[in-house]
């Protein structure tokens, strides 16, 4: 079986197995997003998911944010973890959103990028949920497994995963492949050293690469 073919079988089976493919960040709004992906960084989603309520109700909206001191959005963001600099982040980029986006975010990936404390997997998330265009997002999950399922060969840099995952999953795909990856990580092919393949919908086909399971 080639890598394309693999990947292509995978993504049928995780479809069955999570019909339904979500961010499990809270958001209604893409500034909103953006602001949660930057405290997602070594962080629940859960957790984010809280502290977002107390900052909203007290900023709640990108001029709110954009005018408000990094000491009071670090104030509140603190149990996330790293609140200074994700604080400063998020005050730049919200400034940046009003000064030169008239308060929108940008449906570009390049221009994404420029945002302060905006890298790849940021800005390949917003262009997947936000705006429905084709995206890899390479989180710890997506390396992890896509690694153990032998999509990609030993790479562990986030973007060198992303740009050999383009080469083999459909485009259209990649989004939902990606947060499917997360609800695998989470319940089945987890960071412990010995997964749970036996109840795992990839057992057959996945070479377990690096997992104690591993065909020799
Ligand atoms: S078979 Fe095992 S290693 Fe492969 S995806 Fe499933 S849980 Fe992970």
């Known amino acids: 079986m080639t890598k394309k073919e693999l990947a292509l079988e995978i993504i049928e089976r995780l479809k069955k197995e999570y019909p339904m493919a979500e961010c499990t960040l809270d958001y209604d709004q893409a500034w909103k997003l953006l602001v949660s992906v930057r405290l997602a960084a070594q962080c629940t989603d859960a957790r984010v998911n809280v502290v977002v309520q107390e900052l909203y109700a007290k900023f709640p909206d990108v001029n709110a944010l954009a005018e408000a001191e990094v000491s009071e959005i670090e104030a509140i963001v603190k149990p996330c973890g790293l609140g200074h600099s994700k604080a400063r982040d998020i005050s730049a980029c919200m ?11 940008p449906d570009d990936f390049d221009k994404l990028l420029e945002l302060p404390g905006v890298g790849r997997k940021s800005a390949n998330l917003i262009m997947g949920d936000v705006f429905g265009k084709p995206a890899i997002v390479t989180d710890t999950h997506c390396i992890r497994l896509t690694n153990r399922m032998g999509l990609v060969d030993g790479i562990r840099e986030p973007k060198k995963v992303e740009m050999a995952l383009w080469e083999i999953i459909p485009p259209e795909e990649g989004s939902d492949f990606c947060h499917r990856l ?3 990580g989470r319940d089945v092919c987890t960071a412990r050293t010995r997964p749970y393949c036996d109840r795992c919908v990839l057992n057959g086909i996945c070479p377990k690469i690096g997992t104690p399971d591993a065909e020799s």
Request: proline share 0%; net charge positive.
């Open 95 to 105: 400034r940046t959103l009003r000064d030169r986006y008239q308060g929108k975010v």
């Open 182 to 184: 997360v609800m695998h």
